[in-house]
Nanobody
Framework: QVQLVESGGGLVQTGESLRLSCAAS????????MGWFRQVPGKERAFVGA????????YYSDSVKGRFTISRDNAKNTVYLQMNSLKPEDTAVYHC?????????????????????WGQGTQVTVSS
C-alpha cells in the first residue's frame, strides 16, 4: 500500500503563497495519476486539481485555475501544489490522493471516487 503525507500548510494572509507537498512511501507514485482536494467542516471534499502520471496533463477547478499549479517530481516520489494569490475562501484542509487502481493513466481524474489512497491532510488558513 502507498502512504501519502502532506506538508506545507499554514497560516498566511490574502495574496500570499504556499506550496504543499505530498510525499509517498511504500510504493512509487510515478505510475499513478494524482489529485488534490480540499475540505471545510460540514462540506464534502472538493476537487482542486489533478495531474496525469507523467505530468503531461493537468486540470484545475474553476475556483483555483490561474492561481494554483500542480507538478510532480517522480524521482522524489512527491507531488506539489503551488498556491498563489491565496484568498480566504481557499481556507481548508488539503488532501492529496493517488489513483493506484490504474497505472499510467494519461488523463486527469476529478472525482473523489476515482482515487484509492489518501493522505491525512494539511491545514491551510488564509486570513483577510
Amino acid at each position: 500500500q502507498v502512504q501519502l503525507v502532506e506538508s506545507g500548510g499554514g497560516l498566511v494572509q490574502t495574496g500570499e503563497s504556499l506550496r504543499l507537498s505530498c510525499a509517498a512511501s511504500g510504493r512509487t507514485l510515478s505510475r499513478y495519476a494524482m489529485g488534490w482536494f480540499r475540505q471545510v467542516p460540514g462540506k464534502e471534499r472538493a476537487f482542486v486539481g489533478a495531474i496525469s502520471w507523467s505530468g503531461g496533463s493537468t486540470y484545475y477547478s474553476d475556483s483555483v485555475k490561474g492561481r494554483f499549479t500542480i507538478s510532480r517530481d517522480n524521482a522524489k516520489n512527491t507531488v506539489y501544489l503551488q498556491m498563489n494569490s491565496l484568498k480566504p475562501e481557499d481556507t481548508a484542509v488539503y488532501h492529496c490522493a493517488a489513483r493506484v487502481s490504474q497505472i499510467y493513466s494519461g488523463s486527469y481524474h476529478t472525482s473523489v471516487k476515482d482515487y484509492d489512497a489518501w493522505g491525512q491532510g494539511t491545514q491551510v488558513t488564509v486570513s483577510s
